[in-house]
């Protein structure tokens, strides 16, 4: 490992454009289970019974809920509500302070990569302390003091199936409209894709964090540095999920694994 990190700070001290892609598996070791790993989320619950679109619209239509999304939001809250930046977000925050970290793209809704204080994340499935406006579109962020109070009303509300209080908890927008959290659900349109395109293609180091990659169109990104002429580096825990476009592919855990580049790269002076 240790010379797999010895690489991997050479390539990124060298980088003039270094972008992070980044998914679940960076925000494990803060506590939120991963979709696809044994036991995780997909393992307990139905992505399109609990994830997909309609229910966004059913919620607001006062149509029936599916007792498994009150429980998938209810699990999500709990962890969310105690999860923090792990040494894996604060090192690609530390990466950015440092000037060597352009952006981040990732796919978690979390806010974490915020928190950490980086300060371009492209969110392309959402934020889950972002509302979002059904009427004009317009985006509001929640503090954390905001978010966890109303999504626990949210659910004692499905649990009771009291609709009204559902809508009634369904924040306005100063424009009168009705919000809902800005998260992509199964089905609907990512977000930000071109600016995500855009910043995998500027980049000549693209570094693939705690991803399976099982998830389009994002999952195309690597693709789209890799043929722009970057050099790929992956660290996943259990593998590697991109064979054919990785340089450098590092097995390990990225809370581990990114402070130890942090630390040689602080080392050399970089
Ligand atoms: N460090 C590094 N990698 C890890 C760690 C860790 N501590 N823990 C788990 N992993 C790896 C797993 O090996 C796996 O390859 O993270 C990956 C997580 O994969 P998924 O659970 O499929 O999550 P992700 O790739 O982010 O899923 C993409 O699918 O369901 C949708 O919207 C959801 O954004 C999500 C998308």
Redesign the pocket.
Known sequence: MHDLVEEAASMIRGAKNLVAFT????S??SGIP????PG?L?DRFD?YEV?GGDVFSSLYRGGAIPASATGFVSEMLTVLEKAHPNP?HTALGELERMGILRSVIT??IDNLHREAGNSLVIEV?GNIYRLACLACGGRVYLSREELFPLGWKLVECLRSGDMQGIISIASRCLCGGICRIDV?AFGEPVQDMPRAVAEAKSADVFLI???????YP?AYLPEYAKRAGAKLIE?????C?FPELVDLGIV????EVLPRIVERLRERGS
């Open positions: 998914g679940a598996g960076v494990e070791e991963t979709f696809r790993d995780g997909w992505p994830g894996g796919q978690n499935h992509v964090l705690g991803t399976s990659g099982a998830v994002a660290i996943n825990a259990t593998g999920y390990g855990k990225t809370g």
